[in-house]
Nanobody, 115 residues
Framework: QVHLVESGGGLVQPGGSLRLSCAAS????????MGWYRQAPGKQRELVAV???????NYADSVKGRFTISRDNAKNTVYLQMNSLKPEDTAVYYC?????????WGQGTQVTVSS
């Protein structure tokens, strides 16, 4: 079984920054796509950012220019650097990894942006 473990969530003031980490139990180069999703109370889970095995990235319009997804293959870890955080970024953030025939989710980490 593949395990994804998120960390780095917490409470931050508007305008602040957080870096989320997603540590995989296996080599992340085996996954075609890894990404971050989030789910706010009363809303559907939405895609935030993805990174492919080739290094290409895509972002939701709402986070472009503020969030950066990256990976460290040696550490089998994917990161989400979140800057200029807004209250509307408050959500549970989930790591996702996909490869042929498989799709995995982490347990989620809470991000709360509030004064």
């Amino acid at each position: 079984q593949v395990h994804l473990v998120e960390s780095g969530g917490g409470l931050v003031q508007p305008g602040g920054s957080l870096r989320l980490s997603c540590a995989a139990s296996g080599s992340i180069i085996s996954f075609h796509v890894m990404g971050w999703y989030r789910q706010a109370p009363g809303k559907q889970r939405e895609l935030v950012a993805v990174i492919t095995v080739g290094g290409g990235t895509n972002y939701a319009d709402s986070v472009k220019g503020r969030f950066t997804i990256s990976r460290d293959n040696a550490k089998n870890t994917v990161y989400l650097q979140m800057n200029s955080l807004k209250p509307e970024d408050t959500a549970v953030y989930y790591c996702n990894a996909a490869k042929i025939g498989s799709n995995y989710w982490g347990q989620g980490t809470q991000v709360t942006v509030s004064s």
